[in-house]
Antibody, heavy 116, light 110 residues
Framework: QVQLVESGGGVVQPGGSLRLSCAAS????????MHWVRQAPGKGLEWVAY????????YYADSVKGRFTISRDNSKNTVYLHTSSLRLEDTATYYC?????????WGQGTLVTVSS | QSVLTQPPSVSAAPGQKVSISCSGG????????ISWYQQLPGTAPKLLIY???KRPSGIPDRFSGSKSGTSATLGITGLQTGDEADYYC???????????FGGGTKLTVL
């Protein structure tokens, strides 16, 4: 079945970096656009980033532009979110999501906590 | 401040029906399909409605969607206590070149 599994979250100090990973299975990953969406504790969903199926196009939310980079390795069926210059307000659960006429599959999320 | 506007909360009794609205603009709902997501407490969001009014397999027909112009509505009939969750609308925005979500609506089944 279609599955997305995130990893790489943790506790990091302000200004630090983390690389989040999302391993995909059960569908043709190399033909699917992929997104990252985050949710701060007790808050709503916030779209973060998108990468086209072939990696040729990326889009970012203004709140993370210049600090986060989305990438993918189709040979490993994995999408990444490289985060840097982390701020307190980046504390959230980060979900990867597959796009097919809607975000039709979500991972379980990985928690990033930015704290001094 | 979310690009798409939803009511913060709605409530109704078991067995009743409820509607959740989602309002946007011409660069998002007006030009793209809307989708709806259910997030049960402590879990990841799940796709409920895609392409305005289609249900993925396994989603009961108690859930329905509609769109008119720059607004959309999620309808839920025959409410059950298990429907208590946060509901989000989402789509793409061509002016921002970003995905956009509503702020979420908390459904309480009294």
């Amino acid at each position: 079945q279609v599955q997305l599994v995130e990893s790489g979250g943790g506790v990091v100090q302000p200004g630090g970096s983390l690389r989040l990973s999302c391993a995909a299975s059960g569908f043709t990953f190399s033909r699917s656009g992929m997104h990252w969406v985050r949710q701060a504790p007790g808050k709503g969903l916030e779209w973060v980033a998108y990468i086209r199926y072939d990696g040729s196009t990326e889009y970012y939310a203004d709140s993370v532009k210049g600090r986060f980079t989305i990438s993918r390795d189709n040979s490993k069926n994995t999408v990444y979110l490289h985060t840097s210059s982390l701020r307190l307000e980046d504390t959230a659960t980060y979900y990867c999501a597959k796009w097919s006429s809607g975000w039709d599959c979500w991972g379980q999320g990985t928690l990033v906590t930015v704290s001094s | 401040q979310s690009v798409l506007t939803q009511p913060p909360s709605v409530s109704a009794a078991p067995g009743q029906k409820v509607s959740i609205s989602c309002s946007g603009g011409t660069s998002n709902i007006g030009n793209y399909y809307i989708s709806w997501y259910q997030q049960l407490p402590g879990t990841a969001p799940k796709l409920l409605i895609y392409e305005n009014n289609k249900r993925p397999s396994g989603i009961p027909d108690r859930f329905s969607g509609s769109k008119s112009g720059t607004s959309a509505t999620l309808g839920i009939t025959g409410l059950q206590t298990g429907d208590e969750a946060d509901y989000y609308c989402g789509t793409w925005d061509s002016s921002l070149n970003t995905g956009v979500f509503g702020g979420g609506t908390k459904l309480t089944v009294l």
